[in-house]
């Protein structure tokens, strides 16, 4: 299944960003490189005519639980602007804002 589609199915520029700001801060730790590549590599195929990445790479790379969450996000693009905005409400409620310590540790203020 191509995900070049994926773009028109967003209500308008601000839900697009609000859904990449959720896969950037919530979905995509950098302490976990590859799963993080592949996660932005989707992050940037929301957006583009081209493939960026593909559904099998993102199963080989991401955990079932994320993997999970990004299905949800598929199947919500392809329904309905509410449901994007349902899943958005889902994730911020399952998964918490990644902490990134490299830029703690820069600023003093890891733990």
Request: hydrophobic share 40%.
């Amino acid at each position: 299944m191509s995900l070049t589609d994926l773009r028109f199915g967003f209500r308008d520029a601000e839900q697009l960003a609000h859904v990449r700001r959720h896969i950037h801060c919530r979905l995509a730790d950098d302490r976990r490189q590859q799963e993080c590549r592949y996660l932005m590599r989707f992050w940037w195929q929301l957006g583009m005519p081209y493939t960026e990445v593909t559904l099998e790479q993102l199963r080989t790379h991401v955990s079932e639980r994320k993997m999970e969450a990004i299905d949800m996000l598929i199947a919500a693009i392809r329904t309905s602007h509410e449901e994007i905005d349902a899943w958005a409400d889902a994730v911020q409620r399952e998964f918490p804002v990644i902490f990134d310590r490299g830029s703690g540790e820069a600023r003093g203020q890891v733990d």
